[in-house]
């Protein structure tokens, strides 16, 4: 069982840039293909951006695409979300979520479908003001 804690969410201008981090706990991060969702008031949960167990792939929605950044480091159970030129669409509820992977070749991919996690952080607010 793997414990996610995000940070760094906040309020920005437009145009501003935040970074969110989610601390991982409880087993080994590494065996964990991992990604970020968000959620808007009155909207439903929509991907955002994943990354392999191994780091080596990652996958964006089409509207953070140029923008977002995803990275983890494996060695500090971190993973990052750099969110750059940021919008007011982008004002959300921030969530990170692992998939146990198991660090085998055939799962080092990143996975973008919601369902297939099973570990979630509470969240964090990003707030975009115009």
């Known amino acids: 069982q793997v414990q996610l804690v995000e940070s760094g969410g906040g309020f920005v201008q437009v145009g501003g840039s935040l970074s969110l981090s989610c601390a991982a706990s409880g087993h080994t991060f590494e065996e964990y293909g991992a990604g970020w969702f968000r959620q808007a008031p009155g909207k439903e949960r929509e991907f955002v951006a994943a990354?392999?167990?191994?780091?080596?792939?990652?996958y964006y929605a089409e509207s953070v695409k140029g923008r977002f950044t995803i990275s983890r480091d494996n060695a500090k159970n971190t993973l990052y979300l750099q969110m750059d030129t940021l919008k007011p669409d982008d004002t959300a509820v921030y969530y990170c979520?692992?998939?146990?992977?198991?660090?085998?070749?055939?799962?080092?991919?990143?996975?973008?479908?919601?369902?297939?996690?099973?570990?979630w952080g509470q969240g964090t607010q990003v707030t975009v003001s115009s």
């Open positions: 979520a692992a998939k146990y992977s198991g660090r085998s070749y055939y799962t080092d991919r990143p996975v973008f479908v919601d369902d297939e996690y099973e570990h």
């Open positions: 990354i392999s167990w191994s780091g080596s792939s990652v």
